[in-house]
């Protein structure tokens, strides 16, 4: 399948000379206009949250809409999705926000679209399917100039209690067995329909492993007594992890927290609109100005490497 390319028809310059080029051009980058709908949950949240501020930094239009439902997975997509095909007024295809999907796409054209799995189901490939198939042929059928792109999730923190699935019958073992399957499904789900991937884990995963920016929990957090409002500190941590909610303390080691919500839509604003992250100078917030150029970097370097495996008629 040749790969569309919304952003002006270009496809993608060798990692090395792009970046150079952009870097050498950055003052006369050309502006663009991206009409972008996405199909998710509260992970796609977080991915997107930043890239808005992120593309305006960079002197473009976003015009960005979504379809989310916390913890939705693909097969809930698709039943909400046939519901509402068979019957505009059940209330079950209304899944985002008392919407249906046919009525969020209503008669726009799209540039692109994407898809993704839940996190906890993403590393067992079996949970993709028919769903991911039924819904990309209902998407093409209605929005034929529409790039479908496959968004590959992250893995959860390494000190979560519990990791996502890798087999119907089993849960990976722990953070790198977890990252593993879930790249493998979603590169195999990608190959298999003739999509590009935004692969935000594989960013994520990257700041993990190394050594001087990888979040390393403290074995004696557990171990202490924690007062409203304090929180354990948490140096470059890309999850939530500890926090404090309705009084009680707890840890949320699967979604992101600024930073990695920072690095996930630094990926997205790389692939889709083609320019190198580390151009970027927006940063959000409160968080570090030395790790966020760290995560500017990492993302500069994810998306040069996955470059070779979107453009599809290298595979």
Not at 101 to 106: R, S, W, Y
Not at 144 to 155: D, G
Not at 177 to 199: D, H, K, Q, S
Request: net charge negative; with cysteine.
């Amino acid at each position: 399948m040749q790969m569309k390319t919304p952003l002006g028809g270009r496809r993608w310059l060798g990692p090395t000379l792009l970046w150079l080029t952009l870097a050498l051009l950055v003052t006369s980058v050309e502006a663009r206009t991206l009409r972008l709908f996405v199909i998710g949950n509260s992970f796609s949240q977080n991915a997107t949250r930043y890239l808005p501020d992120i593309a305006r930094d960079g002197g473009h239009e976003l015009i960005l809409r979504k379809a989310q439902a916390g913890g939705c997975f693909l097969e809930r997509h698709w039943n909400a999705l046939a519901a509402a095909l068979a019957d505009p007024t059940d209330p079950a295809g209304h899944l985002y926000g008392g919407q249906s999907l046919p009525e969020l796409l209503g008669d726009e054209t799209w540039d692109v679209i994407t898809l993704q799995q839940v996190s906890w189901l993403s590393g067992d490939p079996t949970s993709y399917h028919p769903f991911f198939a039924d819904l990309s042929a209902y998407l093409h059928r209605v929005q034929p100039e529409a790039e479908q792109v496959v968004h590959q999730i992250w893995a959860y923190r390494v000190d979560a209690d519990r990791f996502g699935r890798v087999t119907p019958d089993r849960n990976a073992a722990d953070q790198v067995e977890m990252w593993t399957a879930t790249r493998a499904a979603y590169r195999a789900v990608a190959r298999e329909f003739g999509l590009r991937l935004l692969p935000v884990g594989d960013a994520f995963q990257a700041v993990h492993e190394d050594p001087v920016w990888g979040y390393r929990p403290d074995p004696a957090v557990a171990a202490q007594t924690w007062v409203e409002p304090a929180v354990p500190e948490q140096p470059h941590s890309l999850h939530v992890g500890y926090r404090w909610k309705d009084g009680t303390f707890g840890k949320d080691a699967n979604h992101a927290n600024v930073a990695g919500e920072y690095l996930g839509a630094l990926v997205w604003y790389g692939v889709l609109f083609a320019e190198s992250p580390t151009a970027v100078t927006f940063v959000p917030d409160g968080l570090d100005a030395d790790f966020a150029a760290h995560l500017r970097a990492v993302a500069a370097e994810t998306v040069a490497a996955i470059e070779p495996f979107n453009r599809l008629e290298a595979r």
